[in-house]
């Protein structure tokens, strides 16, 4: 079986090359490239190492995927004729795609690959920027992140970014989670000789007209409030707190009978915001929703019975469960397709038929509600134009 050796040009210049890796380079009869677009191609082609590079394939597809699985077709191909060398840049095992799709070949039994070191852009990175990876430090790609990734207690790279186009796309999520203000680092070329490091606010990524292989987004550990806030083990946490021995000393006395009353209260709020067509208070009350279902899953845990992540796993597990029209495989056409799908779910679930009067307590409250809130606001109005 003929192999495909990957190599690793590392990061930038030839100065950050092993030495071993050159050697070996130099010595091949052609190497495969991912991309020409490295400092050690040049210096390749200055030692009459033939070259052929799959930059082309870029622009025959509409997306990365297809481009790399396109190029480990044609290493595959060309490797059932003769051992083949293909290089790529950095080290072949971090954030290298077209690696992973050649070790799945190799884990069916189609081919042979080895892996030869190259220096990884994560070292000189930490290097030129000073990281203090001691702090806590995670990469993540730029390519395939979601919110859910990000950790601003830990400092961060984002690698996969190239361009403009890409910048902007990382920005956008990024900007759902960071304070549009954050200060962050783009550096180019870390370790080479042609290495820039900007410091720019976040919001600021992609004004920059910047076109390279080599480039890094580094996001700092901070400590800004406003990201804290927006963080779901943070308000856990702070709930926690309130209710422990040195809390506050309304909260810790609560018990879940003693907020029965404020959840119906908060509630009512809801509503109002609602039938004022008030965004900000919508949010307001919402949050107080939330801070309800915090105090009591605090409580919960403090008693030793469940707590905050216990509610949200039974309702993130309900979600999908209840609904595999959308996240299964069943199909729903109509309200009655649904109601057999619910049904169904429900029944799966171990769940007996029993009396329920709260919907039609809720209908009733609810309409009782509205008629309050409205007269209540007839009421202000004419205050109001009293007090003119």
Not at 27 to 55: C, M, N, Q
Request: aromatic share 8%.
């Amino acid at each position: 079986m003929n192999k495909i050796e990957i190599i690793g040009l590392g990061t930038s210049d030839l100065d950050q090359m092993p030495l071993g890796i050159w050697k070996r380079l130099v010595k091949a009869e052609k190497i495969y490239l991912r991309t020409d677009d490295h400092p050690a191609v040049r210096a390749l082609a200055d030692e009459g190492v033939e070259t052929e590079s799959f930059d082309h394939l870029y622009e025959q597809n509409d997306n990365f995927e297809d481009t790399y699985q396109a190029i480990v077709n044609s290493l595959v191909e060309e490797a059932r004729k003769r051992d083949v060398i293909y290089a790529v840049p950095g080290h072949p095992m971090f954030y290298e795609t077209t690696t992973e799709l050649l070790l799945e070949k190799s884990g069916s039994g189609e081919i042979e690959v080895e892996i030869s070191g190259g220096q990884s852009f994560i070292d000189v990175v930490i290097g030129a920027l000073k990281v203090p990876v001691n702090e806590g430090f995670q990469v993540i790609d730029g390519m395939s992140f979601s919110m859910r990734d990000l950790n601003y207690s830990q400092h961060t790279l984002v690698t996969q970014v190239y361009d403009t186009f890409s910048l902007g796309e990382v920005k956008l999520t990024l900007l759902e989670y960071y304070s549009s203000g954050t200060r962050v680092k783009l550096i180019d070329a870390a370790g080479s000789s042609d290495e820039k490091i900007y410091e720019l606010p976040l919001h600021e990524i992609d004004h920059l007209d910047i076109k390279s292989n080599l480039l890094c987004l580094y996001i700092p550990k901070t400590d800004d409030v406003e990201v804290a806030e927006r963080d779901i083990y943070y308000m856990a946490e702070a709930f926690d707190t309130l209710v422990g021995e040195n809390g506050c000393p309304w909260d810790k006395i609560q018990t879940h009978e003693t907020l029965e009353k404020h959840l119906i209260e908060e509630t009512f709020e809801v509503i109002e915001a609602i039938e004022h067509a008030d965004d900000d208070a919508i949010v307001e009350e919402l949050g107080d929703i939330l801070l309800q279902v915090a105090l009591h899953s605090a409580i919960g845990k403090k008693e030793g019975y469940f707590d905050f992540f216990d509610v949200l796993q039974s309702l993130n597990a309900k979600i999908v469960r209840r609904h595999p029209h959308v996240f299964g495989d069943e199909d729903a056409e109509s309200l009655d397709d649904l109601n057999r799908i619910w049904s169904a779910a429900k029944k799966k679930e171990g769940k007996k038929e029993k009396i329920k009067y709260e919907k039609e307590y809720g209908e009733k409250v609810l309409e009782w509600m509205k008629e309050t809130i409205h007269e209540k606001r007839t009421l202000e109005e004419i205050l109001n134009k009293r007090g003119e």
